[in-house]
């Protein structure tokens, strides 16, 4: 069992709210991802660290924003929920970006649906 | 375009059989293969990670092949148990960015009934 931890589980809110999703890893891992997730659909990468002060966008676009002031924390913020933002969200952490380092470890998950 | 497809899109088999999926992939440059099982409600988790140079890995009662110069890998579930019912995603990254970008396929829903 990975030790990358996602809160909350499940996430039910009305249009306009600002939320965010809690991730954090005590795995001292550095490299950090958001990736987001429909009902059989492939992950698609929306956000990624590579450490503390560094966020890059991913593959997908996003309305959501990111920060990462420490290591072990990458939480994801969306300012005014949609309900096109209804998804599934998963955090992962991976030591390396190459060979068995980049074996990305995930959370849980956050399951969101914006009314 | 690269792209990760994966077959079939949903099986249902009895516990106890072998089944078979698939992945084929135009990825490239290619740097490896990785199957990843993904429980409902929950996030991947990494099974197998295999490189050009290696044709197969197991762990446990998985067992994966890659074919490189073809572009296909399979997992191979032997014995399956009602716990392997889940979806089982063919990932393939490249060397082609510092990110060493993932490419994920949608998975193959398995469902083992008793």
């Known amino acids: 069992e990975a030790d990358i931890y996602q809160t909350p589980r499940y996430l039910v809110i009305g249009t306009g709210k600002k939320i965010t999703l809690e991730c954090s890893q005590t795995m001292g891992h550095d490299k950090m991802y958001w990736y987001q997730q429909d009902p059989g659909m492939e992950l698609h990468l929306i956000h990624y660290?590579?450490?503390?002060?560094?966020?890059e966008k991913g593959d997908l676009s996003s309305e959501s924003t990111v920060s990462r002031i420490r290591t072990e924390h990458f939480p994801l913020t969306l300012e005014s929920a949609r309900p096109s933002h209804t998804s599934q969200y998963l955090c992962?952490?991976?030591?390396?970006?190459?060979?068995?380092?980049?074996?990305?470890?995930f959370g849980p998950g956050t399951r969101l649906t914006v009314l | 375009k690269n792209q990760v497809e994966q077959s079939p899109q949903s099986l249902i088999i009895l516990e106890g059989k072998n089944c078979t999926l698939q992945?084929?992939?135009?990825?490239?440059?290619?740097?490896?293969l990785r199957w990843y099982k993904q429980d409902t409600g929950r996030g991947p988790v990494s099974l197998t990670i295999?490189?050009?140079?290696?044709n197969t890995k197991s762990n446990g009662r998985y067992t994966a092949t890659l074919d490189a110069d073809t572009k296909q890998s399979s997992l191979h579930i032997t014995a399956s148990q009602l716990s392997d019912s889940a979806s089982y995603i063919c990932v393939v990254s490249d060397r082609g960015s510092t990110l060493g970008r993932l490419y994920f396929g949608r998975g193959t829903q398995l469902t083992v009934w008793p």
């Open positions: 992945c084929n992939y135009t990825v490239s440059p290619f740097s490896n």
């Open positions: 992962a952490s991976s030591a390396g970006t190459s060979g068995e380092r980049d074996t990305q470890y």
């Open positions: 295999m490189t050009f140079s290696e």
């Open positions: 660290s590579y450490g503390v002060n560094s966020t």
